[in-house]
């Protein structure tokens, strides 16, 4: 997935898109942003673990680390999106405290289905 990561969001979204390394090994990235509609609300864009490292916390570790960063900015809310047939997607981000928003057919064009999930963050 990292050839498709464009350059522009950890240019202009550099204090909340993060990499995950090991060694000289990319093992993982989160790009996310702050929300410009809405103050209260953080977006998760895109995500990628190396297959070779999944399951070992990599992505967790990301993430908690997203919500670290929208938490200190005063965000309290953080959303993302992914596909209905995507349920380990779907279950990954239901074990990190998301919830179904809701389910939006044709949300990014005919037959293209997704899930809107939602997590709160609690103030630390």
């Given at each position: 997935m990292a050839?498709m990561?464009p350059?522009?969001?950890?240019?202009?979204?550099?204090?909340t898109?993060f990499v995950?390394?090991?060694?000289?090994?990319?093992a993982?990235f989160?790009?996310?942003?702050?929300?410009?509609?809405?103050?209260?609300?953080?977006?998760?864009?895109?995500?990628?673990?190396?297959?070779e490292?999944?399951?070992?916390?990599?992505?967790?570790?990301?993430?908690?680390?997203?919500?670290?960063?929208?938490?200190?900015?005063?965000?309290?809310v953080?959303?993302?999106v992914?596909?209905?047939?995507?349920?380990?997607?779907?279950?990954f981000?239901?074990?990190l405290?998301?919830?179904?928003?809701r389910?939006v057919?044709?949300?990014?064009?005919?037959?293209e289905?997704?899930?809107?999930l939602?997590?709160?963050?609690?103030p630390?």
């Amino acid at each position: 997935m990292a050839p498709m990561l464009p350059q522009l969001f950890f240019l202009h979204f550099e204090g909340t898109s993060f990499v995950a390394e090991e060694g000289d090994e990319l093992a993982g990235f989160l790009c996310g942003f702050l929300s410009q509609s809405h103050g209260d609300e953080a977006y998760i864009h895109f995500v990628g673990v190396d297959p070779e490292r999944r399951g070992e916390g990599v992505g967790a570790a990301l993430y908690e680390r997203f919500f670290d960063e929208v938490r200190a900015q005063g965000r309290s809310v953080v959303r993302c999106v992914t596909s209905p047939a995507n349920q380990g997607s779907v279950g990954f981000h239901e074990a990190l405290g998301f919830e179904v928003d809701r389910v939006v057919p044709d949300y990014d064009g005919p037959g293209e289905d997704r899930v809107l999930l939602v997590r709160r963050l609690a103030p630390r």
